[in-house]
């Protein structure tokens, strides 16, 4: 897969994105600012977005002059059409392991990470969820016990 810095006003949202993106914006902010651009922008050859429109949109926020975008060459109309959607619904199949997730959420915790920057809020469900679990968790990699209070 080939990644290129592009000019960020060269990079077209399709206007008929059915996604309403507007409040996951702040929480990409957030996120590109502590990660960094993991995942570019896809594009197709006329430079409009065919998956990456919140992306797009929290490098505005950030007054950012380049973004990395991937072409999608070769796709015809009908799957550009069919990957806007399945990037942004395929996520919804799958299930959140609970004790799982409560293990990572308590990891970041204990190493004083602001669980704020995963996309969970303080009342979101992911965080109630953690915070159902006890107070004692198995650090992940360790035989020890230590205490999240």
Same mark, same amino acid.
């Given at each position: 897969? #080939?990644? $290129?810095?592009?000019?960020?006003? $060269?990079?077209?949202?399709?206007?008929?994105?059915? %996604? @309403?993106? /507007?409040?996951?914006?702040?929480?990409?902010?957030?996120?590109?600012?502590?990660? /960094?651009? %993991? #995942? =570019?922008?896809?594009?197709?050859?006329?430079?409009?977005?065919?998956?990456?429109?919140?992306?797009?949109?929290?490098? @505005?926020?950030?007054?950012? $002059?380049?973004?990395?975008?991937? &072409?999608? *060459? /070769?796709? =015809? =109309?009908?799957? &550009?059409?069919?990957?806007?959607?399945? *990037?942004? @619904?395929?996520?919804?199949?799958?299930?959140?392991?609970?004790?799982?997730? /409560?293990?990572?959420? *308590?990891?970041?915790?204990?190493?004083?990470?602001?669980? %704020?920057?995963?996309?969970?809020? =303080?009342?979101?469900?992911?965080? @109630?969820?953690?915070?159902?679990?006890?107070?004692?968790?198995?650090?992940?990699?360790?035989?020890?016990? $230590?205490?999240?209070?």
């Amino acid at each position: 897969m #080939q990644v $290129k810095q592009v000019a960020i006003d $060269k990079v077209v949202p399709y206007d008929q994105n059915p %996604r @309403k993106n /507007g409040a996951a914006v702040d929480v990409v902010v957030a996120s590109l600012r502590e990660f /960094g651009w %993991r #995942q =570019p922008i896809v594009v197709d050859s006329e430079m409009t977005v065919i998956v990456g429109h919140t992306r797009l949109m929290a490098a @505005k926020q950030l007054d950012l $002059k380049k973004v990395p975008v991937h &072409v999608a *060459d /070769g796709l =015809p =109309p009908e799957q &550009v059409r069919a990957y806007r959607i399945a *990037d942004n @619904k395929t996520n919804e199949a799958a299930e959140w392991d609970e004790d799982l997730l /409560g293990l990572e959420l *308590d990891e970041l915790a204990l190493a004083n990470f602001d669980h %704020r920057l995963t996309g969970c809020t =303080p009342t979101g469900k992911l965080v @109630k969820i953690a915070a159902q679990r006890p107070k004692s968790v198995r650090l992940m990699g360790s035989n020890k016990q $230590k205490s999240a209070s």
